[in-house]
């Protein structure tokens, strides 16, 4: 599939702010987006403390049953600082898009939209460099307040951020902890919700963001010396350590 990539990664926190700063605009928020896509993309990232694994597994949006995956092992190549974690995995996700043979519908990210200090997360970001529509599901809160939402499956509350609603706290299923929606390119909040409880029929996470874990965790495994797999110091992670999980 098609990606805008730019000519070059940002390699220091300014030039990476300026980015996000500078592509904000190109964003549509105003949706409706599709709702009940045809096919649906997740996208994940794994690490060590050195090497990273991209993930990107393609569902069918009906049956949920795997059309297509693609991953791309690398070293990791920015440091991390909150805010800016995309800039870890874009290099990578944006290689492993590019060799997808299907263009989804929908891209869902393990990770946040606009429910971002600047309004501009990884699924914002992957957006605009795809054009396609795209939502972040994040498993914890990054920015924001919110209250909590009633128990039962499809419960909703609003995280707001310096007054603005920025996404929703969403339950997923009846008791289970809530997921953090948010919008990152061409859909709204409402189709983004209605699209993460047809992608959870049964777990908290959507079967895409569960897929693209096993498989970004699998690659990892698999590109690192026989030695390293082995070793307890070296544990394969879903996000490098930092302060606040956020993409």
Same mark, same amino acid.
């Given at each position: 599939?098609?990606?805008?990539?730019?000519?070059?990664?940002?390699?220091? &926190? *300014? =030039?990476?702010?300026?980015?996000?700063?500078?592509?904000?605009?190109? @964003?549509?928020?105003?949706?409706?987006? +599709?709702?009940?896509?045809?096919?649906?993309?997740?996208?994940?990232?794994? !690490?060590?403390?050195?090497?990273?694994?991209?993930?990107?597994?393609?569902?069918?949006?009906?049956? %949920?049953?795997?059309? =297509?995956?693609?991953?791309?092992?690398?070293?990791?190549?920015? =440091? !991390?600082?909150?805010?800016?974690?995309?800039?870890?995995?874009?290099?990578?996700?944006?290689?492993?898009? =590019?060799? @997808?043979?299907?263009?989804?519908?929908?891209?869902?990210? *393990?990770?946040?939209?606009?429910?971002? +200090?600047?309004?501009?997360?990884?699924?914002?970001?992957?957006?605009?460099?795809?054009?396609?529509?795209?939502?972040? #599901?994040?498993?914890?809160?990054?920015?924001?307040?919110?209250?909590?939402?009633?128990?039962?499956?499809?419960?909703? $509350?609003?995280?707001? %951020?310096?007054?603005?609603?920025?996404?929703?706290?969403?339950? &997923?299923?009846?008791?289970?902890?809530? #997921?953090?929606? $948010?919008?990152?390119?061409?859909?709204? %909040?409402?189709?983004?919700?209605?699209?993460? @409880?047809?992608? $959870?029929? $049964?777990?908290? @996470?959507?079967?895409?963001?569960?897929?693209?874990?096993?498989?970004?965790?699998?690659?990892?495994?698999?590109?690192?010396?026989? *030695?390293?797999?082995?070793?307890? *110091?070296?544990?394969?992670?879903?996000?490098? +350590?930092?302060?606040?999980?956020?993409?």
């Amino acid at each position: 599939m098609k990606v805008c990539v730019p000519a070059a990664w940002p390699t220091t &926190t *300014d =030039e990476a702010e300026t980015v996000q700063e500078t592509l904000r605009s190109r @964003l549509d928020l105003a949706g409706p987006g +599709p709702r009940d896509p045809a096919t649906v993309a997740g996208v994940d990232v794994a !690490y060590t403390e050195d090497r990273l694994a991209a993930a990107v597994v393609v569902l069918d949006g009906t049956t %949920l049953q795997k059309i =297509e995956q693609v991953t791309v092992p690398g070293p990791i190549a920015f =440091e !991390y600082v909150p805010g800016l974690l995309a800039f870890r995995e874009l290099p990578s996700l944006v290689r492993a898009l =590019e060799r @997808l043979t299907v263009t989804p519908d929908l891209i869902v990210c *393990d990770g946040y939209g606009v429910a971002h +200090p600047r309004r501009f997360g990884l699924a914002c970001h992957l957006g605009v460099l795809t054009g396609l529509p795209t939502i972040g #599901v994040g498993k914890t809160a990054f920015v924001g307040t919110y209250e909590e939402p009633g128990r039962e499956r499809g419960a909703w $509350s609003e995280l707001r %951020l310096d007054g603005d609603v920025v996404g929703r706290v969403l339950r &997923t299923q009846d008791g289970v902890k809530p #997921v953090f929606v $948010s919008v990152g390119h061409r859909t709204d %909040l409402d189709t983004a919700c209605h699209n993460v @409880l047809a992608l $959870s029929p $049964s777990h908290r @996470l959507p079967e895409t963001t569960r897929a693209a874990d096993r498989l970004s965790r699998d690659a990892l495994r698999t590109a690192l010396p026989v *030695d390293r797999r082995r070793r307890p *110091d070296r544990p394969v992670q879903d996000r490098q +350590p930092g302060p606040t999980p956020e993409a």
